[in-house]
Every structure is written in C-alpha cells, then in structure tokens.
C-alpha cells in the first residue's frame, strides 16, 4: 500500500522538488479540528479534483495536532491558545 502525502505550505521554495509534506492521514487529523474550529472547506484537502489550496502551513499543522490531543469539545480553545503570540516589543 503506497502513502498519499499532503502539500505543507512553506514561505521559502528555495528547491521545490524538495516540497515538504506530511502523510494525508496527518493532515487529515489537522484537517478534523479545523472543521470543527471554522467549517469544513473541501479545498483544503481535495487533492485527487486538484482543488487543494496547498495544504496547512506548519504553524496551522502544529496547532490543529496540539489541540487535537484534548478532548473535542477543548479544540476551539487549545486552537486559540496555539494561535497566541506574545506582545509586539516597542
């Protein structure tokens, strides 16, 4: 049986032969929390219809994974606390 792999959205392409990407099963775990955080949006992971945005950025990969490891009914909040920044030094 051969992996399916997901596109990781990067900034840099310095070698796209080089794209990175993470198998389709861990991208649809993120995929799970972010339908439950926002709503579900095919494009995000419609590979075969070639519809796919471009998959996740690490930091929505690292996030989405974080909160999915809580209970469904903490995603929203441990999403939110993934998404926190710290203050903008003057």
């Known amino acids: 049986m051969m992996t399916e792999f997901h596109p990781v959205q990067t900034q840099d392409f ?3 032969h080089l794209r990175p990407v993470i198998p389709a099963s ?3 775990r993120a995929y799970e929390v972010y ?4 709503a579900p949006q095919s494009a995000m992971v419609d590979l075969a219809g070639r519809g796919c945005r471009g998959g996740f950025s ?3 990969i ?3 994974l974080y909160a999915r490891s ?3 009914e903490e995603w929203r909040k441990r ?3 993934a998404c926190e ?3 903008k030094q003057r």
């Open 14 to 16: 310095v070698r796209p």
């Open 26 to 28: 861990v991208a649809l």
């Open 35 to 38: 339908c439950h955080v926002y």
């Open 58 to 60: 690490l930091g929505e």
């Open 62 to 64: 690292i996030g989405f």
């Open 70 to 72: 809580f209970p469904k």
């Open 79 to 81: 999403w939110e606390e």
């Open 85 to 87: 920044r710290p203050p």
